[in-house]
């Protein structure tokens, strides 16, 4: 088993390497960790106008009156539908810190950069009219939510290297001795923004002669579209968390690394469920984020919140009980470092089989679940991964979200119970030797 361990870890180790040390995956996984706070806050306010408890929209009608809904609309529409701002943001921000150039200034190039590529035109219809007019002169939301998510990873990457090898060739602005600080900045970025906005207005001009139109089109067919359909199949997510699962075997943050490729397709499937929604539209989506994150991963990542609740109730050895004590309220807000590291998990192959095979069933339920109307489909409400089961299911799909986690709690306990006491018979025999 151990010469297996190894062969495994031998091949997996490098791979993981090169990605956690990617610097455009990197800045894409940190540019979205700076996004997300602003994420949560802005689908949270959506939560509160379309909370899912029958008569509650009635009642606030009653007591707030007709459009008591807008008080929580609006942080929503100045957060999660302008998404791609604070991506393309924070990307560039971390990719730019990366190469040691003004973060704050090559962000800000980024950005009107990605505005240039964007048609300043969006559909309009009169309300009792059938004709759709094309209004100009206006910033399309619909670009700057989940549908220009990748136009603006791209947007940000390639602005942020322009602006480095432009400064790398000296083409700056330097001033004198004695000027302060931040006027120098300014000027500096002179240079580096003229060239990267011309560059990019080129390319709008090329595209706008194009079947496509504008690169937002052309991306969202060719890229976005194929990509976020095979993210949102059952069989690639079930690959994604046995990659996780493989990758903290050997103690490496799976989740960090395979998020950094499948979290902005994981996300752009939420948004697109969040917009239908908001409308009042049937959900496209059941794998989103929040699939991920509330039904696949209870306690963190193995799902391991019934793992903590075994090794209270089923050990005999003292380290397991306490392991199971430390590890339980931690695993209640889905942080299970204390049990992967104190049982152990990593390293261990004993426990490692259902800590990886755990997410994988729990997947295939959760997706039959849905599939068949058992349980409704993700609302694209980004729950905090914090949230603690049965609380965060309910804030997903109503109280039969929170029914299908209480079975997977139950379903994940009786997988980990035989590994529980082969390793509990372990420890029972190390305590008696050591008494």
């Known amino acids: 088993m151990n010469k297996s361990m190894n062969k495994l870890e031998d091949k997996l180790m490098p791979i993981a390497n090169a990605i956690s040390q990617n610097r455009y995956l990197v800045a894409i996984r940190d540019g979205f960790m700076t ?13 509160f106008s379309n909370f899912p408890i029958k008569g509650y929209s009635e009642f606030m009608t009653k007591v707030f009156g007709e459009n008591w809904s807008i008080f929580f609309d609006r942080p929503f529409e100045t957060t999660m539908a302008i998404m791609t701002i604070f991506v393309v943001l924070g990307i560039s921000y971390n990719l730019a810190k990366h190469y040691e150039l003004d973060g704050l200034s090559t962000a800000v190039i980024a950005l009107v950069s990605f505005l240039v590529l964007t048609p300043f035109v969006t559909d309009f219809t009169p309300e009792g009219s059938k004709e759709i007019f094309k209004v100009g002169n206006v910033i399309p939301i619909e670009w700057m939510g989940s549908k220009g998510l990748f136009v603006g990873i791209i947007t940000a990457i390639l602005s942020t290297e322009i602006v480095r090898f432009v400064v790398k060739k000296g083409w700056v602005i ?31 001009l090329l595209f706008s002669i194009t079947p496509f139109e504008t690169i937002h089109n052309f991306i969202f067919k060719i890229l976005q579209a194929p990509l976020t359909n095979l993210g949102g199949t059952l069989g690639a997510t079930l690959l994604a968390n046995l990659l996780i699962g ?141 949230t603690p089961p049965v609380i965060g299911g309910f804030l997903m799909a109503g109280v039969r979200g929170s029914l299908l986690q209480i079975v997977e709690l139950v379903v994940s306990f009786f997988i980990y119970l035989p590994f529980v006491k082969a390793v509990d018979k372990q420890y029972v025999k190390e305590e008696q030797l050591d008494a």
């Not at 996004?35 to 939560?47: N, R, S, V």
């Not at 001795?177 to 970025?189: I, L, N, Q």
């Open 174 to 204: 330097r001033m004198p001795e004695g000027v302060p600080p931040s006027v120098s900045k300014s000027f500096s970025a002179l240079i580096p923004a003229i060239i990267t906005i011309l560059l990019f207005d080129v390319v709008r």
């Open 246 to 386: 493989l990758l903290w075997s050997f103690g490496i943050h799976g989740r960090s690394i395979v998020g950094a490729i499948m979290d902005p397709i994981w996300l752009a499937l939420s948004a697109e469920n969040l917009a239908a929604y908001q409308a009042g539209k049937s959900l496209p989506h059941i794998i989103t984020g929040q699939f991920q994150e509330i039904y696949l991963q209870l306690g963190g990542t193995g799902s391991t919140l019934a793992l903590c609740i075994a090794l209270i109730l089923v050990c005999k050895s003292k380290r397991c009980k306490q392991i199971g004590k430390l590890s339980i309220v931690p695993g209640l807000f889905n942080i299970n470092e204390p049990v992967v590291f104190g049982l152990p998990i990593v390293l261990n192959p004993i426990m490692l089989i259902p800590y990886i095979a755990t997410p994988l069933v729990l997947c295939v339920i959760s997706y039959f679940a849905i599939s068949v109307g058992f349980v409704p489909r993700p609302n694209g409400i980004l729950v905090p991964w914090t």
């Open 35 to 47: 996004a997300t706070p602003l994420l949560i806050i802005g689908a949270m306010f959506l939560l």
